[in-house]
């Protein structure tokens, strides 16, 4: 029988004298205990056509590639482009443990729900309960093994998938990926306001196609507008910055399903920073 206090709740905890245990805020998914994750990095644009998808793969290619084991959660359910990045043709599938991620062919551990149904290009049609209770199955009923880090390729904005990942699985830090147009730094203020409002820290702030370099003269232009990343980062403190140029290669592989080859040298540093905080 429901509690008298809870009965008339008007979900208003700062009115509320009643011990009950629902302002303690949202409950972190527990992980499947067949599986070890140590730090877990979202990776969140800007706006959708930051690359951020394409970074978060080329970081878990760059340190998969230098010897620690990562995965990519993917958490951009109705738009999901990481089996394709990577050439996956595997599908997620289960024993009495749990799910077992696909695997690219360096070792990255993955989970996406183009893993799950029968062709790449079938619509996902998922809201409300059922974008929550995927996100946390993904993370408490896949068996990732020995990850020292995830990444989470999320959907761009402040809507329900970021805050449904945001709350209920441990984040450690928050990737941003934006770009030097004047729309995307308007709404870069919207997702770092976000996590400065859940109090989630943002460990690098990434400025992709910052500069093209021109393969006839070989000047380098700044196609999207002057570089905005500074400031931004100054702004709202955040300690490290990078610039991506516009590299057709990045495109490329990505279409290809070669990610996990593609040689950005810029990608060094900024997996060295994440190195950092494992």
């Keep these: 029988m429901a509690d008298k206090n809870t009965e008339n709740c008007t979900h208003d905890c700062s009115t509320c004298s009643s011990d009950c245990g629902s302002n303690a805020g949202p409950q972190k998914a527990p992980l499947n205990p067949y599986a070890s994750v140590d ?11 930051t690359g951020k998808s394409a970074v978060a793969a080329l970081l878990a290619s760059q340190l998969q590639n230098s010897g620690t084991q990562c995965a990519i ?14 050439g996956l043709k595997g599908r997620i599938y289960a024993d009495e443990r749990g799910m077992f991620p696909v695997e690219s062919d360096t070792g990255v551990q993955i989970a996406s729900v183009n ?6 290009t079938d619509p996902v049609l998922a809201r409300g309960n059922i974008v ?34 945001l ?5 450690d830090g928050l990737i941003v990926v934006t770009t030097p147009q004047e729309i995307a730094t308007m709404l870069a203020h919207k997702t770092l306001k976000m996590a400065k409002a859940l109090n989630i820290p943002v460990v ?3 400025e992709n196609m910052a500069t093209y370099k021109c393969p006839d ?21 955040i300690n490290y910055t990078a610039q991506i140029p516009f590299d057709a290669d990045i495109i490329e592989c990505m279409d290809n399903g070669t990610i996990d080859t593609c040689d950005v040298p810029i990608m060094f540093n900024i997996a060295a920073r994440i190195e950092e905080l494992l």
């Design 39 to 49: 730090k877990v990095f979202a990776v969140l644009g800007s706006k959708g056509g």
């Design 73 to 86: 959660l993917d958490a951009d359910l109705t738009g999901p482009t990481i089996p394709a990045a990577f």
């Design 115 to 120: 893993s799950l149904i029968p062709r790449a």
């Design 132 to 165: 929550e209770n995927t996100l946390k199955k993904f993370w408490s009923d896949i068996l990732w093994e020995d990850v020292r880090a995830m990444f989470i390729d999320m959907p761009s904005g402040t809507g329900e998938i970021p805050i449904t990942v």
């Design 167 to 171: 709350q209920h699985l441990p984040i």
């Design 204 to 206: 690098a702030l990434i």
């Design 217 to 237: 003269c070989g000047n380098e232009h700044h196609i999207f507008g002057s570089s905005k990343v500074k400031a931004l980062a100054k702004e709202f403190d």
